[in-house]
């Protein structure tokens, strides 16, 4: 197939075009590098041998959308483009209600005029608000998000259900990340937050590597094993492969479905930083500070869904991600600020 894939120089999105690529199908990155670096597309030519097309445009720029779209004229899309920082939407909610809905909107109705109604879009297990204790459950029904980002989530989640179930022919994926960390085993490619990271494994990685003094643990108090807040972490090559499994699968599934993409399994805090430090064979210093507001004390998948119907299951355990998460952040110690070819 030829998919078009919205936010493919980023993190996810970055490792699905490599699997993509490497199962045979084509590929037609839009990306605005707003964060995200040009780099990364050479990284993806150098692992596959295969440069796919680029379009560096804004998804809000509805022209110049429409033109690379047409240009394109994908057999499906997958749609990982968006603002993602927890803390920053809440500090702007216009901004990242604006930015995802809208570009989402630029998206479907470029698709609406196309007649191309396969869609794979990127969601986040923070739909699930606190509604369910873990196992998180597809089969829960009602959705919610403690912040804006996960709220546009929510919103998009229902927009895409509404418009299947009122039009024939949509076959929409509906996937439900949990943590995603770690690397391709080349080293070419990984997660390159900007500024601070907010995510748990990229800050461990910058302290690993001496970027920063120390990992700060946001409480130890919670109800959890080691008394640190556990999360299904998932390889970021098992998702980005899940990615591919839905895909393939979707021509056989009418309307809207969700699907988890997780390991069905959680670990701690201290179980990462511990994971981490095994891999990078160096300890990794670490404070307890206080909690941080809207953290819940424990996540992870039902994974029954994706194994029955998609057919795929994640393989790769924690110390793979910490191996390969290892193996990027020392090879790419400033991220692709480092390549020197640009
Ligand atoms: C993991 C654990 C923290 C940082 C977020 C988003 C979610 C999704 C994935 C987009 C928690 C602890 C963290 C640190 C710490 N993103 N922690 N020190 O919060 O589970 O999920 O990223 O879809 O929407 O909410 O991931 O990596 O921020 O936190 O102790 O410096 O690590 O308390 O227990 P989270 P995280």
Redesign the pocket.
């Known amino acids: 197939m030829h998919v078009l894939v919205t936010g493919g120089a980023g993190f996810i999105g970055s490792h699905t075009v490599v699997a993509l690529l490497e199962r045979g199908h084509d590929v037609t990155i839009v990306d605005d590098f707003e964060n995200s670096s040009p780099v990364v597309i050479d990284r993806i030519e150098q692992i596959t041998g295969i440069r796919p097309a680029l379009a560096e445009i804004d998804l809000l720029d509805e022209d110049a959308f429409e033109v690379a779209f047409a240009a394109a004229a994908p057999d499906a899309v997958i749609h990982f483009a968006g603002l993602?920082a927890?803390g920053e939407s809440s500090a702007d909610p216009l901004r990242y209600y604006a930015h995802n809905l809208g570009s989402t909107f630029s998206l479907l109705k470029a698709m609406k005029r196309h007649g191309t109604q396969t869609l794979v879009f990127s969601s986040?297990?923070?739909v699930y608000g606190d509604l369910q204790e873990p196992p998180y459950t597809e089969e829960g029904g009602r959705l919610d998000a403690t912040n804006p980002?996960?709220m546009t989530k929510v919103m998009l989640e229902r927009i895409l259900s509404d418009i299947a179930a009122a039009e024939p022919g949509w076959h929409i994926a509906l996937l439900r990340?949990f943590?995603p960390i770690g690397g391709h085993e080349s080293g070419l490619i990984g997660e390159d937050p900007s500024g601070i990271p907010?995510?748990?494994?990229p800050?461990v990685l910058q302290v690993s590597i001496g970027r920063r003094p120390h990992?700060?643990?946001?409480?130890d108090d919670y109800p959890t094993a080691d008394g640190?807040?556990e999360?299904d972490y998932i390889h970021v090559v098992d998702l980005a492969q899940g990615h591919v499994a839905a895909l393939e699968r979707l021509a056989e599934v009418d309307g809207a479905r969700a699907w988890n993409l997780g390991t069905g399994h959680g670990t701690s805090?201290k179980q990462l930083i511990a994971a981490f430090e095994s891999a990078a064979g160096r300890t990794i210093p670490s404070v307890v500070v206080p909690r941080?507001d809207g953290?819940l004390p424990r996540?992870w998948a039902d994974t029954t869904r994706a194994e029955a119907e998609l057919g795929w299951k994640a393989t790769r355990d924690i110390a793979d991600m910490a191996r390969d998460g290892w193996r990027w952040q020392q090879r790419n110690p400033n991220g692709f600020a480092d390549d020197r070819t640009r």
Not at 198 to 201: C, F, M, T
Not at 215 to 219: K, M, T, W
């Open positions: 993602k927890v986040s297990a923070t980002y996960g990340y943590n907010n995510n748990l494994a800050y990992v700060n643990i946001f409480g640190t807040g999360r805090v941080r953290d996540s």
